[in-house]
């Protein structure tokens, strides 16, 4: 499974190509409504040599303003060299489609989005050509959804807004509204969710939250990430197994020789997680004729 938030940023639009229509409303800005959204070809290579690829690129369809196109670019960290790179895109797809284009800049933090967000002047100083202004989604601007109802009118939106909040502590309270809205969600439909916000998330601590909140809400439901969290349950149910028939090996042994236990020293064995350290405890109780002779370091 991709885990990468890079991908969950825009790979979320070629999942729910409709979704700009609703961004746009939620930033502020008037685009006219969209009647159908296609996704387009990514790749903006050049015939000679240079290979450039926008991220997502969507033709969006409107009933009385004709198409226009959206460029989506998932912004990580402050990179000065993008903007070259964005303002090359947006030229390029302009020339090549004649088509109004929009360039979109998705981000999970509040300074990379700050600083993709203001204008840019290209070209010489004295007399800028032209100017990079590009519209910017991140947790500066996309809401924190915590209402189950408002997740469930708008899974796309609130799916966005776990990714984009996937280093903020709200995380936490978006993930389980999201969680709360898929519980009566066709498979079909939660599938994408569930792994779109694993991918957003990346490594950080939430990650392992969102983890938990399919394996317990979403118990049901199968996916690659829940498949996998249910592998890694029954591989720690047979951990779990071992040790415990190890610890009663070792009680057996110690009866068998007649030593003594006291409720101390059982609660020690019979709460050891460890199958090595048992093994090895193991090994000298067939020897031992007490208790510290087992646990004796060395």
């Given at each position: 499974?991709?885990?990468?938030?890079?991908?969950?940023?825009?790979?979320?639009?070629?999942?729910?190509?409709?979704?700009?229509?609703?961004?746009?409303?939620?930033?502020?800005?008037?685009?006219?409504?969209?009647?159908?959204?296609?996704?387009?070809?990514?790749?903006?290579?050049?015939?000679?040599?240079?290979?450039?690829?926008?991220?997502?690129?969507?033709?969006?369809?409107?009933?009385?303003?004709?198409?226009?196109?959206?460029?989506?670019?998932?912004?990580?960290?402050?990179?000065?060299?993008?903007?070259?790179?964005?303002?090359?895109?947006?030229?390029?797809?302009?020339?090549?489609?004649?088509?109004?284009?929009?360039?979109?800049?998705?981000?999970?933090?509040?300074?990379?989005?700050?600083?993709?967000?203001?204008?840019v002047p290209l070209g010489a100083p004295q007399w800028p050509a032209m100017t990079l202004h590009p519209l910017v989604a991140g947790p500066h601007n996309i809401p924190v959804i915590t209402?189950?109802?408002?997740?469930?009118?708008?899974?796309?939106?609130?799916?966005?807004?776990?990714?984009?909040?996937?280093?903020?502590?709200?995380?936490?309270?978006?993930?389980?509204?999201?969680?709360?809205?898929?519980?009566?969600?066709?498979?079909?439909?939660?599938?994408?969710?569930?792994?779109?916000?694993?991918?957003?998330?990346?490594?950080?601590?939430?990650?392992?939250?969102?983890?938990?909140?399919?394996?317990?809400?979403?118990?049901?439901?199968?996916?690659?990430?829940?498949?996998?969290?249910?592998?890694?349950?029954?591989?720690?149910?047979?951990?779990?197994?071992?040790?415990?028939?190890?610890?009663?090996?070792?009680?057996?042994?110690?009866?068998?020789?007649?030593?003594?236990?006291?409720?101390?020293?059982?609660?020690?064995?019979?709460?050891?997680g460890d199958p090595q350290l048992l093994s090895h405890w193991l090994n000298r109780a067939a020897t031992a004729s007490t208790t510290e002779e087992v646990f004796a370091r060395g």
């Amino acid at each position: 499974m991709v885990s990468s938030p890079h991908e969950a940023m825009h790979r979320i639009f070629q999942e729910y190509p409709s979704l700009f229509s609703r961004l746009s409303e939620v930033l502020g800005v008037d685009f006219p409504q969209s009647t159908s959204t296609r996704v387009e070809p990514t790749d903006l290579t050049e015939t000679w040599p240079i290979e450039r690829r926008v991220d997502t690129l969507l033709r969006i369809e409107t009933e009385n303003d004709g198409p226009f196109l959206l460029a989506i670019e998932a912004q990580g960290r402050k990179d000065p060299d993008k903007f070259a790179s964005w303002a090359y895109y947006f030229t390029y797809l302009l020339e090549k489609y004649r088509l109004p284009t929009m360039l979109l800049i998705v981000c999970q933090d509040r300074a990379t989005a700050q600083w993709a967000a203001r204008p840019v002047p290209l070209g010489a100083p004295q007399w800028p050509a032209m100017t990079l202004h590009p519209l910017v989604a991140g947790p500066h601007n996309i809401p924190v959804i915590t209402d189950v109802a408002e997740a469930r009118k708008d899974l796309a939106l609130a799916t966005l807004s776990a990714i984009t909040h996937a280093g903020d502590p709200d995380v936490g309270v978006i993930l389980k509204t999201v969680s709360a809205a898929l519980r009566d969600t066709p498979d079909a439909v939660a599938e994408p969710i569930v792994e779109l916000i694993a991918q957003g998330l990346g490594n950080r601590p939430a990650a392992q939250q969102w983890r938990n909140l399919v394996a317990v809400d979403l118990s049901f439901y199968k996916s690659p990430l829940s498949e996998e969290i249910r592998d890694e349950g029954r591989e720690e149910g047979r951990e779990e197994g071992r040790t415990e028939g190890q610890a009663k090996s070792l009680l057996l042994v110690l009866a068998a020789r007649g030593v003594e236990v006291d409720d101390e020293t059982r609660e020690k064995i019979t709460g050891c997680g460890d199958p090595q350290l048992l093994s090895h405890w193991l090994n000298r109780a067939a020897t031992a004729s007490t208790t510290e002779e087992v646990f004796a370091r060395g």
